[in-house]
């Protein structure tokens, strides 16, 4: 029987180098693709800290890939798991894509009007709620951009 071993190096040395068929698999045989909803407050920062994953690490494998969320839609990172045990998982971030950026001049604006941009939870979502008596003047915004469009369309109307 031939030594394998030698004739792939060999084949690396010639140039002609090929995958073997058992080294090529299906990614659904090998890793897991998981969704991490990351509660509203936390930060991706939170989320990379090994004892984040403390709780659910004994279903994570090595190269496991985790889309972790914010829970109000302003940002998905996605995050590979580069090494887990009991209770702890570390990741690497592949990447990270922000989804709801508003113009900081707008929330000084907010501050100055009266009136703030609120998160209420997953089915209220972001309201624009007047902060003298904290009523909800509109909620139901899936993005905060959303709300602040609004409450800058509506601004004189709700001053009266």
């Known amino acids: 029987m031939p030594n394998t071993d030698r004739i792939e190096k060999d084949a690396i040395k010639a140039g002609n180098a090929k995958i073997h068929r058992d080294k090529f698999k299906e990614l659904a045989h090998i890793t897991h693709q998981w969704d991490a909803v990351i509660e509203y407050g936390l930060k991706l920062e939170d989320a990379l800290k090994p004892e ?18 914010a829970e109000d839609g302003s940002w998905i990172a996605y995050l590979i798991v580069v090494e887990c045990g ?57 993005t905060k951009a959303a709300a602040q469009q609004w409450l800058n369309e509506n601004l004189r109307t709700l001053a009266a």
């Open 52 to 69: 984040f994953w403390s709780l659910i690490s004994n279903r994570l494998i090595q190269h496991d890939e985790v889309r972790a969320r």
């Open 86 to 142: 009991r209770g702890f998982a570390k990741m690497q971030v592949d990447r990270v894509v922000t989804l709801d950026e508003i113009d900081p001049m707008a929330t000084q604006a907010n501050l100055e009007s009266g009136f703030e941009i609120i998160w209420r939870g997953v089915h209220h979502k972001f309201a624009v709620r007047r902060k003298r008596d904290k009523t909800i003047m509109k909620e139901g915004f899936q």
